[in-house]
């Protein structure tokens, strides 16, 4: 049971360079989530997929695409990357019902843009 | 918009003290979590609070849920560096759904 496992671990692009994370999830949970982490900021939202075939915007939205594959696979695109998405980006799934949530985070992938 | 907000944003501590971190908002929460992140990796789910009042214990950890399910405080009893890390509590919302409000983090440092 490897829970969420993010791929790659480190990404250097350049501006304007387009790339996808991947992420993928091994406890049969409907919801899967993109964060993004950046100092002094807390975790963002970008984008979530509460059940399979369904992706909705988070708070920072703008400048990505999500993709949920099938229940296990949650993808996030970068079209054209810029400096200000440097991050660390983590994938979560969650498993609960009735106000009683949990999510699990994957290790995360750090993303540099030049 | 839910807020939660955390207190303090930074602590450093002598190993052997004790500490709380506090997680408050205007807005109720049906279960608010908490998790630890150490450099390097994802947030670790440390408990699940649901029920107004409920107080639950982690070997050296305290967790608190407020009466009004608008607040919670996790308290370190004779801490260590080992629980040096960055503590997030998250909350869920009465009508958000599984999408959870993340606090923006307590920056733990126990200096041995």
């Known amino acids: 049971n490897a829970g969420v496992t993010q791929t790659p671990k480190f990404q250097v692009l350049k501006t304007g360079q387009s790339m996808t994370l991947q992420c993928a999830q091994d406890?049969?949970?409907?919801?899967m989530y993109w964060y993004r982490q950046d100092p002094g900021m807390g975790l963002r939202l970008i984008y979530y997929?509460?059940?399979?075939?369904?992706?909705d915007k988070g708070e920072v939205p703008n400048g990505y695409n999500v993709s949920r594959l099938n229940k296990r696979e949650f993808s996030l695109r970068l079209e054209s990357a810029a400096p200000s998405q440097t991050s660390v980006y983590f994938c979560?799934?969650?498993?609960?019902?009735?106000?009683?949530?949990?999510?699990?985070f994957g290790p995360g992938t750090r993303l540099t843009v030049t | 918009t839910q807020l939660l907000e955390q207190s303090p944003q930074f602590l450093s501590i002598q190993e052997g003290e004790n500490l709380t971190v506090y997680c408050n908002s205007s807005?109720?929460?049906?279960?608010l979590q908490w998790y630890r992140q150490e450099p390097g990796e994802g947030p670790v789910l440390l408990v699940t609070?649901?029920?107004?009042?409920e107080v639950k214990k982690l070997k050296r950890l305290t967790f608190q849920f407020g009466d009004a399910r608008k607040d919670s405080s996790l308290h370190i009893t004779a801490a260590q560096p080992g629980d040096t890390g960055l503590y997030l509590c998250?909350?869920?919302?009465?009508?958000?759904?599984?999408?959870?409000?993340f606090g923006e983090g307590t920056q733990l440092t126990v200096n041995p």
């Open positions: 979560a799934s969650t498993v609960g019902t009735g106000g009683w949530y949990e999510q699990y």
């Open positions: 406890m049969n949970h409907n919801s």
């Open positions: 997929s509460a059940s399979e075939g369904t992706t």
């Open positions: 807005s109720v929460f049906s279960s």
């Open positions: 609070v649901v029920t107004g009042g």
């Open positions: 998250a909350g869920a919302g009465e009508t958000s759904g599984s999408r959870l409000t």
